[in-house]
Structures are given as structure tokens and as C-alpha cells.
């Protein structure tokens, strides 16, 4: 079982910048494709970046690309989501998630997710 962690959400203004991170205290962290989820009020749950495993491929949906950096230290076990230039728009309930598919954007192919975090922008 993996347990995931989030931590870093909360409220800011347009334009701002916060840091996520999801700490997975596991040995095998390392070979888990780690993707980011968010869902907004009323929205279903939508893909925001992945970072796969060992080799660090990554990929960033349309919305968040050229704002957003994932990256992943597994000596940590931990993955981190920096959002900059952060816009009312990103405002939703940040999911981390673990998968054993080698990439993917489909929330159902996570297995192990976090509780959340919220993350708040406003105009």
C-alpha cells in the first residue's frame, strides 16, 4: 500500500507562485509513475502533470504547460508541483497520485492517491 501526503496548498493571490509537494514514505517509490490531479468544485477531476519513473519523462496538460514544474527526488520519496504565474482558474483540490503504468493522464489508472490540498487563487 502506498500513502501518499500532500502538503503546500493554500490561498494567493493571481500571479503568485506556490510549491507542492507529496511525500510517499516508501522503499519502492522510485518505480511508481507520480502524477498530479486536480478537481475543481463541480468539475471532474482533471490530469495536471506526471513524472515517470527512473527515467523522469514528463508531461503537463494544455492549461498548466509553461507554468507548472513537476519534478520528483526519490532519495526523499517525494514529488513536488511548482505553480507559477498561478491564475483564479487553478483554483481546485490538488491530488497527488501514484500508478504502476509507465505514463499516463487517466485518473483511473492511479492507483494510491493523497487527500488533497486545496489551492485557492484569487483575481
Known amino acids: 500500500q502506498v500513502q501518499l501526503v500532500e502538503s503546500g496548498g493554500g490561498s494567493v493571490q493571481a500571479g503568485d507562485s506556490l510549491r507542492l509537494s507529496c511525500a510517499a514514505p516508501r522503499r519502492d517509490f522510485g518505480g511508481y509513475l507520480m502524477g498530479w490531479f486536480r478537481q475543481a468544485p463541480g468539475k471532474e477531476r482533471e490530469f495536471v502533470a506526471y513524472i515517470r519513473a527512473k527515467t523522469g519523462i514528463i508531461d503537463y496538460s494544455d492549461s498548466v504547460k509553461g507554468r507548472f514544474t513537476i519534478s520528483r527526488d526519490n532519495a526523499k520519496n517525494t514529488v513536488y508541483l511548482q505553480m507559477n504565474s498561478l491564475k483564479p482558474e487553478d483554483t481546485a483540490v490538488y491530488y497527488c497520485?501514484?500508478?504502476?503504468?509507465?505514463?499516463?493522464?487517466?485518473?483511473?489508472?492511479?492507483?494510491?492517491w493523497g487527500q488533497g490540498t486545496q489551492v485557492t487563487v484569487s483575481s
Open positions: 497520485a501514484a500508478s504502476r503504468f509507465l505514463i499516463s493522464i487517466f485518473h483511473s489508472d492511479y492507483n494510491y
